[in-house]
């Protein structure tokens, strides 16, 4: 049978565009803005950022690289690059989506539930006036976390089955530019509100003393950077197999480092003000800020009903933003595990696509049965949504580090400079990508995994 041609992007931007969908995501909406409220303001975001353009830009230049060289994805990638040993690292590698996948959209699902809230607010309804009561009884509720998590599935299996030019690359044509249009005007929004500025300044001005020990933050900004640049799961590495050869890597790699940071910067001008502001109204404290994975789906909540009128609305445009922002991340998932499904067994894109599809949403429902009708199953003592996000929290440094590993002592990291100069462009950074995917990277990888296990055993009182 004739071998069929491999999908590309249609372009540079079309790529980039792609590649920071993915990157942008919850991580960046949520994740960020809480960890920089606790790890001392601008301490987390100068760390953070120097880490991105470091670690960061390292590592996905290699996978982006690793995609090209290899035209395929993650789980067939090593042995197309003739080191067949290697492979495992390629199914690690595809474990990795698909088994975040499912939950992951299981929390896609409660967005598109505040979603649908939030519209019926608009609409004049009521509903939202207890925002932990809300939460609780939808967690808990017998179906309505599982039928929320099945609409999001489906709706980004069917941009999935479209390919990659129909489907991925105009979902985030519409998408993202809504998106970077909505986070700029809530943020403008916010900073205009009448005492924004103690906020702001919490922010941004660097608290030194709250961050009694900087291998944490540091530990944490590195935590994040993985997760919110896409890194260790495959996805890079198919996107880039879909990338033309004349395009450059580097360049893409900067733009896609940029963007997220961007936008991570961004949502914390949008969240932590008007969180500070509440707290100084309700007498709730900073605490308020540090509420983890609560802040997004019931501390905001509060805060838009403590803004009147218009909270309502300020509420229905965060929960669009967010939901496009899980939808894109979601969808580059999705295409990592079809693509591996596809590259691996020859089969049609709409067979793996149905494959993945029952996948996560088998999976997926012990995650969203897991708070109520399947309480019981408890992984550890841990629901199962916990379980799953912390048994990856620990696989995806394990991942980083052994392609770090693989680049810089078995492939060479002039195979992946060589990539990146295909376009024809000069590449100005080769000792530095050298020491970094050799040395620094390992290392700093394998620091992350030492501080992931000590958090879940509860060891030397780490929390990241
Ligand atoms: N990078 C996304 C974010 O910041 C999260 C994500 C994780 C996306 C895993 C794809 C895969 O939220």
């Not at 590495?237 to 033309?244: A, H, N, Q």
Request: hydrophobic share 55%; charged share 10%.
């Amino acid at each position: 049978m004739e071998k069929p041609k491999r999908a590309s992007w249609s372009g540079s931007v079309a790529f980039v565009l792609a590649a920071a969908a993915s990157a942008i995501g919850l991580g960046n909406l949520w994740r960020f803005p809480y960890l920089a409220a606790r790890y001392g303001g601008g301490v987390f975001i100068a760390v953070y950022l120097a880490l991105s353009l470091t670690l960061g830009f390292t590592l996905l230049i290699t996978e982006i690289a690793i995609g090209r060289y290899s035209r395929q994805s993650q789980l067939t990638a090593f042995r197309a690059l003739g080191h067949p040993r290697w492979n495992f690292l390629g199914v690690l590698s595809t474990i990795v989506p698909l088994f975040i996948l499912p939950y992951y959209n299981v929390i896609g699902g409660w967005v598109i539930k505040y979603f649908t809230a939030y519209l019926k607010l608009v609409a004049g309804g009521g509903g939202l006036e207890n925002p932990q009561g809300f939460f609780d009884s939808f967690i808990t509720a017998p179906w309505d976390p599982f039928v929320c998590m099945a609409i999001f599935t489906a709706v980004s299996c069917a941009v999935i089955v479209m390919g990659v030019k129909n489907g991925i690359e105009k979902a985030n044509l519409v998408m993202m530019p809504i998106l970077l249009l909505m986070a700029v005007g809530l943020a403008v929004y916010v900073a205009l509100l009448p005492g924004a500025g103690e906020g702001i300044r919490f922010y941004l001005i660097p608290d030194f003393s709250s961050c009694d020990n900087l291998g944490k933050v540091i530990l944490g900004a590195m935590g994040q950077m993985f997760y919110s640049l896409s890194l260790a799961m495959g996805i890079m590495i198919t996107y880039g197999s879909y990338m033309r050869r004349c395009d450059s890597v580097p360049k893409a790699s900067v733009r896609i480092v940029a963007a997220d940071t961007f936008v991570a910067i961004l949502s914390g001008f949008m969240i932590i003000p008007v969180v500070v502001m509440f707290a100084a109204k309700s007498g709730g404290g900073r605490a308020a800020i540090d509420a983890g994975p609560g802040l997004m789906f019931v501390t905001l909540p509060k805060v838009f009903a403590s803004l009147g009128a218009a909270g309502a609305w300020v509420g229905f445009l965060f929960f669009v933003l967010v939901l496009f922002a899980a939808f894109t991340s979601a969808i580059s998932m999705t295409e990592a595990c079809v693509a591996a499904v596809c590259d691996f067994f020859h089969i049609r894109r709409n067979a793996a696509v149905s494959a993945v599809m029952l996948w996560t949403v088998v999976l997926g429902s012990l995650s969203a049965f897991g708070y109520g009708r399947w309480a019981v199953f408890k992984p550890f003592g841990l629901p199962a949504l916990d379980f799953f996000d912390s048994s990856m929290n620990v696989l995806t440094p394990i991942v980083a580090a052994l392609i770090c590993a693989f680049v810089g002592w078995v492939l060479h990291p002039k195979r992946i400079l060589a990539e990146c100069q295909r376009d024809g462009s000069a590449v100005g950074f080769r000792l530095f990508y050298a020491v970094m995917v050799k040395f620094v990277a390992p290392l700093l990888v394998l620091a992350i995994l030492i501080s992931e296990i000590c958090r879940i055993f509860n060891i030397g009182g780490w929390r990241i």
